[in-house]
């Protein structure tokens, strides 16, 4: 980045961020405060610069659903289980946020009334213009969907000109760079080339809401410094994801 202050390409955005985000490599803490607290510093980073940021947090870090399911819990049981989870993730964040003195809301799909208040569309957009940061947890409120749709749904819902999913990895690749030390990382991928080539985005739901919707999508690795104002100021950062233009030519 230049010394100059950058000027955001985007004025709404929603942050993805997995759970697994806030966990401190090989310790025992499911939620690290350094960690969460580096986190609401970039974001506040972000706040400053006059964007509207609402943030979808996981729960993946303290418990997985759907790997519950399929050590024979119910199903829709885990998914609530791992609802809550989002949501203490969210708390943790939005206390982070304050102590920075950046004013927040937590809105819950769920009905938690003495923590958080429950997700209603133009409140949400309300707060957004008024400058505090919105954080969306519980999910979509229904089993059977991932954080990644409610990161799709939530940004279309709010007019939001971008996602950002903030991941392990530096960005999409044509082959798990971790197993291919040869993977390709696209820099710019289509909606319609990534299904064509059956690339792991986002899971189908969020996918198909995104690219029914002409949602873009960033992806790109959270521990980067500064790489959220980067992605936000309209820099070559992750892989970026949008529908497919004439202009055009296949990967």
Known sequence: ?????????????????????????????????????????????????????????????????????HRGMNRATADYMGMLATVINGMALMSALEELGFSTRVQTALHINHVAEPFILRRAIRHLENGHIVIFVAGTGNPFFSTDTTAALRANEIGAEVILKATKVDGIYDSDPVKNPDAKKFDHITFSEALRRRLQVMD?????????????IIVFNMI????????????????????????????
Not at 204 to 216: K, V, Y
Not at 231 to 247: D, K
Request: net charge neutral.
């Open 204 to 216: 189908s739901t969020a996918f198909s809401l995104c690219m029914d919707n002409s949602m873009p």
């Open 224 to 251: 980067e410094p500064n790489i959220i104002i980067r992605a936000i100021c309209g820099e070559p950062v992750g892989t970026l994801v949008t529908e497919e233009t004439r202009e055009e030519t296949q990967f």
């Open 1 to 69: 980045m230049s010394s100059s202050s950058p000027s955001p390409k985007y004025k709404r955005v929603v942050l993805k961020i997995s759970g697994e985000a806030l966990r401190q490599h090989g310790s025992d803490d499911t939620v690290s405060p350094k960690i969460v607290q580096q986190i609401a510093q970039e974001i506040g980073n972000v706040r400053k610069m006059g964007v509207q940021v609402a943030v979808v947090v996981g729960g993946g870090n303290i418990w997985r659903g759907l790997a519950a399911s």
